[in-house]
């Protein structure tokens, strides 16, 4: 699908939506109208619809079924508002109605396929699936997943059904400009099992071996052969742990590494709140863009992390250079398995947070006139 945002129509620069997370598995999946069997194998919760019940317990009843719709609230007006380009999620479920569990694994995910139009509903482009919840089904789970984006047309990258398939990058037409190239990665320190991997013979991910300039390299030499005049490349990439906002040295090499190497914007997640921006000689890493749907309200724990407030982040940039012209990020917040504008109280939290985890790695935040978060050099 294609948007006429208001870098199509300058000719000049691309806006790009991107988030973080977005889980519409286990208890979503149960309010959607096409539920899975709500059955689940972990070690403390057996009924994917406990995570509904504990959702209405701490902020009050839903609508059931839900509208396909409804899980993006206050977004679907702020994407009609600014108008990206494109629009770029990290989709971390699989979206089968198989029973192949991963064995190994405590926690799996899984969308009814007939739920897919929640996707489509935000006109969303491509979903990164290099992530470690997109194997929970495994084999078959993937392979179904990939049917059933490619039948809404939604492009992906970072699986495939093999480990070329896996590499190839999602891309996406731009009226008046290039096109958006987006990699997508996962690194082991996200939980991704190694067993995951795509190979020559298997379905799998795109695993990072590691985070060193040989590993990066290697993805600079496949950029090179598909980058073109005009096009805007997004490295987005499954890395990290859950909680803390310390970005590891080695991420920040590989960032820089790709950055310098013809990679315009990272986009990192995993966490499941927001973790610095960096400004980069010019260029824009996410290193963590935290949860954008889930379904853990009710649940306990890091409650100082605010992993209930997220962000839209819709950074404009200039294709001949790759360098970052604005970055915009419209503060949200998760309540009943849906996203709304964020409090004016909770924006300059947000706000406040952001600028002094940031302000290490060159970027200052501030709160705009209108509840929006402005992202600057300095």
Not at 32 to 51: I, K, T, W
Not at 187 to 199: H, N, V
Not at 358 to 371: N, Q, W
Request: aromatic share 8%; net charge negative.
């Amino acid at each position: 699908m294609e948007h006429r945002g208001p870098g199509a129509e300058r000719g000049r620069s691309v806006t790009v939506f991107l988030c973080g997370d977005v889980m519409t598995g286990r208890g979503i999946d149960q309010v959607l109208p096409h539920p899975s069997d709500p059955r689940l194998h972990e070690p403390f919760v057996h009924d994917a619809r406990e995570y509904v019940r504990l959702a209405e317990t701490a902020n009050g009843p839903m609508p059931r079924p839900m509208h396909l719709q409804y899980i993006w609230g206050d977004a679907l007006d702020e994407l009609a508002r600014l108008a990206p380009d494109t629009r770029i999620v990290n989709l971390e479920t699989s979206i089968t109605g198989s029973d192949d569990r991963w064995p190994v694994k405590e926690i799996h995910y899984r969308m009814h396929p007939d739920n897919v139009g929640c996707l489509t509903s935000a006109g969303i482009d491509v979903c990164a699936l290099a992530n470690n919840h997109v194997l929970d089904f495994g084999h078959e789970g993937l392979r179904e997943t990939l049917r059933a984006l490619a039948r809404v047309g939604i492009k992906t990258a970072g699986a495939g059904l093999h480990l070329a398939e896996a590499r190839e990058p999602a891309l996406v037409e731009i009226s008046g400009t290039g096109r958006l190239v987006v990699f997508a990665f996962g690194d082991e320190t996200s939980g991704i099992p190694a067993s995951w991997a795509a190979t020559d013979d298997r379905p799998g991910i795109d695993l990072l071996p590691d985070l060193s300039e040989a590993t990066a390299g290697a993805i600079l030499e496949r950029l090179r052969r598909v980058k073109r005049a005009g096009d805007v490349v997004v490295a987005s990439i499954h890395w990290g742990s859950n909680w803390g906002y310390e970005v590891p040295r080695a991420q920040q090499c590989f960032a820089h590494w790709l950055l310098d190497g013809g990679v315009d914007v990272v986009h990192g997640h995993s966490s499941h709140h927001v973790r610095p921006i960096e400004i980069y000689r010019g260029k824009l890493v996410l290193y963590g863009c935290g949860d954008f749907l889930d379904d853990y309200e009710g649940i306990a724990g890091y409650e100082e992390f605010r992993g209930d407030l997220t962000a839209m982040y819709f950074p404009t940039v200039e294709p001949a250079t790759g360098r970052l012209q604005s970055l915009r990020l419209t503060p949200m917040q998760i309540r009943r398995f849906r996203v709304t504008r964020a409090t004016p109280d909770d924006a300059g939290w947000l706000a406040q947070t952001l600028h002094q985890v940031s302000r290490p790695f060159g970027a200052r935040v501030e709160l705009t006139a209108d509840g929006g978060l402005a992202v600057h050099p300095g």
